[in-house]
């Protein structure tokens, strides 16, 4: 069984994963610029994988996520542990969505009718 836990260490949020068993999934999931992050295993072995790739991620290791990029986790041996850091602070998630979002309104601005 997955279990996670979020812990505040500082400006740090950090989301702590411990896979009990080989074969817990984290499945597929996202991020946008607010949560993107990086993972790094600390203890036993991960498959990290999406649609197109799939790669064996042992521990002190590290995987670097852009934002929107789908990403899962599956644990390869028993008592795996993972962290998660996000890689911006919250004052620059939100100008990096301001930004993209005004990309997106230009966009349709230019968009014929």
Do not use: C
Not at 47 to 72: C, I, L
Request: aromatic share 8%.
């Amino acid at each position: 069984m997955l279990h996670s836990e979020v812990k505040v260490m500082g400006d740090l949020i950090l989301n702590l994963y411990h896979f009990e068993e080989a074969g817990d999934e984290l499945p597929k999931h996202t991020h946008g610029f607010e949560d993107v992050h990086i993972s790094i295993v600390t203890q036993g072995s991960i498959k990290a994988y999406s649609h197109n790739w799939e790669v064996v991620v042992p521990a002190g290791k590290t995987m670097d996520f852009k934002p929107f990029q789908p990403h899962g986790f599956i644990a390869l041996e028993p008592d795996t542990k993972m962290i998660g850091i996000p890689k911006f602070s919250r004052e620059t998630a939100a100008k990096l969505i301001a930004e993209k979002e005004k990309e997106l309104e230009n966009a349709a601005d230019q968009t014929p009718v």
